[in-house]
């Protein structure tokens, strides 16, 4: 005598009422399979639990890349590091798999020229540590002043502290743009000594520390900023030229090359005429 088969809507109810999005659209194949090919029971349960699990980290990491503000197409795989050979990608692979630097709350500092490729390469990073399953938010230094000024005056600045330490890491570009003469630079100050060897930052720059002095209100909270930021680094010096200018120059080269060697084509087709 077989078994009365369970209900298939009350199963599609329970299965929304928990939350098992994948469950609910899988089930029917696989119970169909399961019975065709004679599974033990705790191999269909083991596979459509492994299957709601891998979706749901799936969705997890697709939620936390939205809300990185990270773009989407400076990764690790469109950089080129021998751009830049004075970094070594070893150890940029070794920050972009996260773990040891982020659990002490450690500081990378990205320095170079304009064009130099530090947000990209600071993107990049940013990206495969979402992968890794870390949470990361990319911001414009300036903007992010604004925001914890605004947050200031309003009372509410160490509520807005405490929610960025939802992140495992903040990318804060271009902090050498950020003035103290258009903003008040001191909550940049109170983010890097709230997140002090707990929480990580990585910060590009266009001026290593002996131009910081216009960033923050006085020289003492430069040097305290300086002192927390270095104390736990990696700094990544990247003084090359502009990659635009670079990559632009390139293509004029060989522009002219390609232009002389038809030039010399017709030479010779004009000669063996
Ligand atoms: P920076 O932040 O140092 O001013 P960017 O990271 O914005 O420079 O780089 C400028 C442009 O050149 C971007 O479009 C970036 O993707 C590209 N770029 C820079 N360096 C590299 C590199 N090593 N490989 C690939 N693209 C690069
Ligand atoms: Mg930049």
């Known amino acids: 005598m077989s078994t009365p088969a369970y209900d298939a809507g009350r199963l599609a109810l329970m299965l929304n009422e928990l939350r098992l999005p994948t469950i609910a659209r899988l089930w029917p194949e696989f ?4 019975d065709k090919e004679g599974w033990q029971a705790t191999r269909l349960l083991g596979a459509l639990l492994e299957h709601e699990l891998a979706e749901r980290a799936k969705r997890r990491i697709e939620r936390h890349r939205a809300e990185s503000h990270l773009d989407p197409t400076k990764t690790l795989a ?36 304009p064009g130099a490729g530090k947000s990209h390469l600071g993107s990049a990073i940013g990206h495969a540590l979402i992968d890794a ?14 925001k914890l000024q605004a947050a200031r005056q309003s009372l509410q600045l160490p509520s ?9 890491l903040i990318i804060l570009d271009d902090l050498s ?15 890097i000594a709230e997140r002090y060897e707990r929480r ?13 002095n216009d960033v ?5 909270m430069t040097v305290a900023a300086i002192d927390r930021l270095v104390h736990h680094s990696t700094i990544f010096e990247m003084n090359v030229e502009s990659y635009r200018r670079r990559t632009a120059s390139d293509k004029q080269n060989s522009r002219r090359r390609q232009s002389s060697s038809d030039n010399q084509k017709e030479g010779a087709t004009n000669m063996a005429e």
């Open 31 to 34: 119970a169909q399979r399961s």
């Open 78 to 113: 469109t950089f080129d590091f021998s751009m830049v050979p004075m970094v070594s990608k070893a150890h940029v692979m070794a920050l972009a798999t996260g773990d040891a630097w982020l659990e002490k709350g450690a500081t990378a500092l990205l320095f170079g020229p």
């Open 133 to 146: 399953g870390y949470r990361v938010m990319f911001t414009r230094t300036s903007e992010l002043v604004q």
């Open 160 to 168: 807005a502290l405490a929610k960025l330490d939802r992140f495992d």
């Open 177 to 191: 743009y950020a003035r103290k003469d258009q903003a008040e630079t001191s909550v940049l100050f109170e983010l």
């Open 200 to 212: 990580s930052l990585l910060i590009t720059a266009n001026q290593p520390f002996s131009g910081w």
């Open 216 to 220: 923050f209100p006085d020289p003492g």
